[in-house]
């Protein structure tokens, strides 16, 4: 339980200590030249370069940004959680979110999206750890005007991915008004850093889900493990999570998840790796007893909940030791 509790100290720490010396985070500034590699699988979100997979979590209040670094042994330890620097925080006053991981200029480093409800910007952060290297808007390689998705158009960043298998991660959005989703493939230019769409993709539109429907569009990993991304919805009125397997924009087929979340009382926050096992695993926030919850995943097309685990505890388990984790720290993974 020692894992636990020093997590939940540090971000009651924190949570109280994050708002001094905010300024500008949102400053392009990418001017690094980098080399190209092709990313390997399973270092999607690996900020230390251990081969392990981390989880970045933001604070709603602070806008403290901080990475839970995994461990190949004990899973995330606690003692090895760490704090992007004060002045990089983004708090929702900004109308900035954070929106997905990935390594967006393939230098093996994972990087950090963020889009902006008012306004309707996305931008990069390329980070090396918990130092940010540079950041860019998203901008269009072709004239099309929705380039930004304002809050009221009802677009929202779902995940981050290679869909076409590329090498490129691409963006993923869903629209809670029409029920639309769409992919954009996006490339990249080192010189300096820029991130570009080269097009948007909408998926048929039998497969719109809107808010109303309760379907909620919570993140992709390749589940089945065919190389493909997947896309994971979770019914919040019913609990129920279904994968749908893709080739990119194309519906492949879907098959649920073999135990169903607390009805109304869930949220699906990522999908990495806890176990580093191969298989996308589930982390989600029960909004109830607030903690953080993994189920680890194995089986057929990857649906079947091998175990449920306790990733973060909102109350201690030890009497003697006082420990809250802060509900407004929310997961960026996916
Ligand atoms: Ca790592
Ligand atoms: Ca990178
Ligand atoms: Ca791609
Ligand atoms: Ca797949």
Redesign the pocket.
């Known amino acids: 339980m020692k894992l636990q509790i020093g997590v939940s100290l540090w971000l009651l720490s924190s949570a109280t200590g994050g708002l001094s010396g905010c300024g500008d985070p949102l400053e392009a500034d990418g001017t690094e030249s980098v080399t190209g590699a092709v990313l390997l699988p399973g270092i999607r979100s690996d900020f230390n370069h251990d081969t392990v997979e981390d989880l970045v979590f933001h604070h709603d209040g602070t806008g403290n940004t901080a990475i839970l670094y995994g461990d190949v042994r004990t899973g995330f330890e606690g003692d090895l959680f760490n704090s992007l620097p004060s002045f990089l925080d983004v708090p929702d006053t900004t109308g900035w979110r954070g929106a997905g991981v990935s390594d967006f200029d393939l230098d093996r480093k994972p990087d950090i999206l963020w889009h902006n409800g008012v306004t309707g910007e996305t931008q990069v952060w390329f980070m090396d750890n918990i130092n940010r290297l540079g950041a860019t808007m998203l901008t269009a390689s072709n004239p099309v005007p929705d380039i930004n998705r304002t809050d009221i158009s009802g677009w929202r960043v779902a995940g981050s991915g ?3 298998n ?1 090498g ?3 963006i993923l959005w869903h629209n809670g008004v029409t029920g639309a989703t769409d992919i954009w ?2 490339n990249v230019l080192n010189r300096p850093r820029r991130f570009r769409r080269i097009d948007a993709v909408s998926l048929k539109s039998s497969l719109n889900f809107w808010d109303g429907t309760n379907m909620r569009l919570v993140g992709t990993n390749d589940f089945n493990r065919d190389g493909k991304l997947d896309l994971v919805w979770h019914n919040v009125a019913t609990g129920k999570v279904t994968v749908w397997f893709m080739n990119d924009t194309t519906f492949i087929g879907s098959g649920a998840v073999s135990r169903t979340l607390p009805p109304g009382q869930a949220e699906v926050e990522a999908t990495e790796d806890c176990n580093f096992d191969g298989h996308p695993d589930i982390l989600w926030h029960n909004l109830e007893d607030g903690n953080y919850y993994r189920w680890i995943m194995d089986g057929r097309d990857g649906l079947e909940v091998q175990t449920r685990i306790v990733l973060l505890w909102a109350v201690s388990v030890e009497p003697s030791v006082l420990t809250i984790f802060d509900p407004r720290w929310h997961l960026l993974n996916n």
Do not use: W
Request: charge should be negative.
């Open positions: 290679d869909f076409n590329d490129v991660p691409d493939h996006m």
